[in-house]
C-alpha cells in the first residue's frame, strides 16, 4: 500500500470522514475481542491501515484515536506505505 493523500477533488467528502468516526468505537470494541489474525481482525486492522494512510482521514481523527488504532498494527505498520 503507497501512502496516499486524499483530498475533496477526488471525490471524498465530508461525510466519508463522519462515517470513519462514527464507525472507529465499534471497530476499536470489535478488534479488541476479535480472535488475533481472525478474519475479523485482519479485516479491521486493513481498515486502520487504509484510514491511516490517507491524510484526509487521518489529520480529522485525535491523538487518541490515532494511538488506539494503531495499537493493534505492527509497530513498522508506517513502512507497509512505502513499499511496492
Do not use: W
Amino acid at each position: 500500500m503507497k501512502r496516499n493523500t486524499v483530498t475533496e477533488e477526488k471525490g471524498f467528502n465530508e461525510s466519508d470522514i463522519l462515517n470513519i468516526q462514527n464507525q472507529l468505537p465499534e471497530q476499536l470494541q470489535e478488534i479488541s475481542v476479535a480472535p488475533f489474525e481472525e478474519f475479523e481482525y485482519l479485516e479491521i486492522q486493513e481498515h486502520f491501515l487504509f484510514v491511516l494512510a490517507n491524510d484526509f482521514y487521518k489529520d480529522e481523527l485525535t491523538a487518541e484515536q490515532i494511538s488506539e488504532m494503531e495499537s493493534y498494527l505492527p509497530e513498522n505498520y508506517q513502512e507497509i506505505f512505502y513499499t511496492d
